[in-house]
């Protein structure tokens, strides 16, 4: 299952902010995207956070970054990219968001329930990687599968641009099959320019 990428714009605007508190507020753990369209749906942003909601097709991938936040500085010691974690999330539509909960609440992260175990009636699910971006500044290629053993379950890739001194997520939407049994590894990576940051993580499916 190969994957586009998405990158969410920011506007202003009260409109928004309501479609925000909306969104946030309650959806559906399998609220989601067409699955009738392969096409990117309309993008919506919420006030002045630096992401909010891009549209998405059924299979694809969403990447969002936070504003940047105060003090971040590089220093010598530290790699201009680091690693987060990588979690199976509830498919929310609005999700990932930053400054979202609790209103605007500022540093704060909006994502759909982390998941360890994923019975068969949820369907619908994201994979979702966070890393820092200390100074970097370019193109990043980023990826994300679920495996198990040689077998590849999910995949998507592609490239995204972080902002230096934010927390940045990738998160692959995709549809969970009847034949996924037991144990999987999620592995993300982020490479950007000669530094290459890997997440990896276990997920159970009943």
Request: hydrophobic share 35%; net charge neutral; aromatic share 6%.
């Amino acid at each position: 299952m190969n994957a586009r990428i998405y990158r969410a714009a920011t506007l202003a605007g009260a409109t928004l902010l309501a479609a925000m508190l909306a969104a946030c507020g309650g959806s559906s753990p399998n609220a989601g995207v067409n699955p009738s369209s392969d096409q990117p749906l309309q993008t919506q942003s919420y006030g002045d956070s630096a992401f909010a909601y891009a549209g998405r097709t059924p299979e694809g991938l969403l990447t969002a970054s936070s504003p940047r936040l105060p003090g971040t500085a590089p220093d010598a010691t530290t790699p201009k990219v680091v690693g987060g974690y990588i979690v199976t999330v509830v498919d929310v539509t609005g999700t990932p968001c930053f400054n979202c909960v609790n209103g605007k609440t500022a540093g704060t992260f909006g994502s759909g329930d982390p998941l360890g175990y994923v019975n068969t009636t949820l369907t619908k699910i994201g994979i979702l990687q966070v890393y820092f971006d200390v100074s970097y500044t370019g193109s990043c290629a980023v990826s994300i599968a679920v495996t198990q053993g040689t077998k590849t379950l999910a995949t998507g890739s592609g490239s995204a641009t972080p902002s230096p001194g934010g927390v940045e997520t990738v998160e692959l939407h995709t549809t969970r099959q009847s034949t996924w049994h037991g144990v999987a590894t999620m592995t993300g990576k982020v490479v950007c320019g000669t530094l290459t940051v890997v997440n990896k993580g276990t997920v159970y499916f009943q």
